[in-house]
């Protein structure tokens, strides 16, 4: 079990394409609003989206869902679930954005080696919601809560532990929740206090590039960027001109189609035409490797990561993985997506 769960934790950014997976074939991308993306704060490192309502139409959603999700998250459902709120009815819509630790104004961006070494999250839940009486429940409970801006953020745990989680209404449609410091940064900048992320030009020229390109989309700044390569291909770091080249990356987007399948698109942003051409060839000898490793525990994943297509476009690499339902719930079998810590 120890090799397998190296190479689950090789490919986190599968995730989000399973995650797609879950949308009814054909359906229609969907786009977030301006007004959605202005209230997250300007220095968030990642920004992504998935369409919940479409996801649910798929039979073996629970098992994914129950494959994928922290303990903490399922815990915080719970919780929820409790006060009236449930997860896989109301909410239909989610966008999420990541604070990364561990770097710094100089560090996050391109030129550094430096990776995000932690993080707080923030995100809304759009969908539809009582909350009057979701309130009075939580009040009733007497859970820890605190003001800010006129709103209650109700917690979930303490309130005062580093992983609490916090859960308030902006409205009957919009539901926020996230770390305490990341909401009430979220609130000030709904309230003109400070800057959103409509001023962080660079990810939210590249954020409205994505939106409505997938039934789940991401934007990862240079920080996560160098995480996901790091996490996406571990062996590429044995090549000396690789860390070079890593460290020059600027962006990575993710957007996931659903038609006869499912076709994952990753745009790797690097330094120049040079770059890119460079980093391709060593992403394809280092999926070569990794799929020469997965033969012996799963030889589902050996047959995915083989189907990948790996080029070079212009100052772009351009990762495509392609995935039938029946591939899906094979690797499903195999516990191949659950998240090993």
């Known amino acids: 079990m120890k090799s397998m769960q190296k190479i689950s934790r090789t490919f986190p950014a599968l995730l989000l394409a399973v995650v797609a997976l879950c949308a009814a074939q054909a ?36 098992q994914l869902q129950e494959q994928m999700l922290p303990e903490r998250f399922k815990q915080f459902e719970k919780f929820l679930a409790s006060a009236g709120v449930d997860p896989n009815s109301q909410v ?109 030009e660079k990810m939210y020229s590249l954020i409205s590039d994505a939106n409505g390109s997938g039934l789940v989309w991401a934007v990862l700044n240079p920080a996560y960027t160098r995480l996901a390569m790091k996490q996406l291909a571990p062996q590429i770091q044995q090549y000396p001109e690789a860390a070079k080249l890593v460290t020059r990356m600027q962006n990575l987007l993710i957007n996931i189609q659903a038609s006869n399948g499912i076709d994952g698109k990753f745009q790797a942003i690097c330094g120049s035409t040079e770059d890119a051409t460079t980093l391709a060839q060593l992403l394809q000898l280092a999926f070569m490797y990794q799929q020469y490793q997965a033969k012996q525990q799963s030889p589902e994943l050996a047959d995915l990561l083989g189907q990948a297509q790996v080029n070079p476009s212009g100052d772009r690499v351009v990762l495509r993985l392609a995935l039938t339902d029946d591939q899906i719930t094979s690797l499903i079998k195999k516990n191949t997506f659950a998240l090993k810590m």
Do not use: C
């Open 92 to 200: 239909e819509e989610l966008a999420w954005g990541l604070v990364a630790e561990g770097v710094n104004d100089k560090t996050a961006g391109t030129g550094s080696s430096a990776v995000p070494t932690g993080e707080e999250i923030v995100g809304v839940a759009m969908g539809s919601y009582n909350p009057d009486s979701t309130e009075a429940y939580f009040k009733a409970q007497k859970l820890p809560t605190f003001k800010s801006h006129g709103f209650t953020m109700y917690a979930f745990g303490g309130g005062s532990g580093a992983t609490d989680l916090f859960f308030l209404f902006l409205d009957s449609n919009t539901a926020a929740f996230g770390h305490r410091s990341e909401l009430e940064k979220m609130l000030d900048v709904r309230y003109g206090g400070a800057e959103g992320l409509l001023r962080n």
């Open 27 to 62: 359906a229609r991308a969907q786009r977030v609003g301006p007004d959605t993306i202005a209230l997250f704060p300007k220095n968030v490192g990642e920004f992504a989206y998935a369409n919940l309502k479409q996801a649910r139409s798929q039979k073996w959603f629970p």
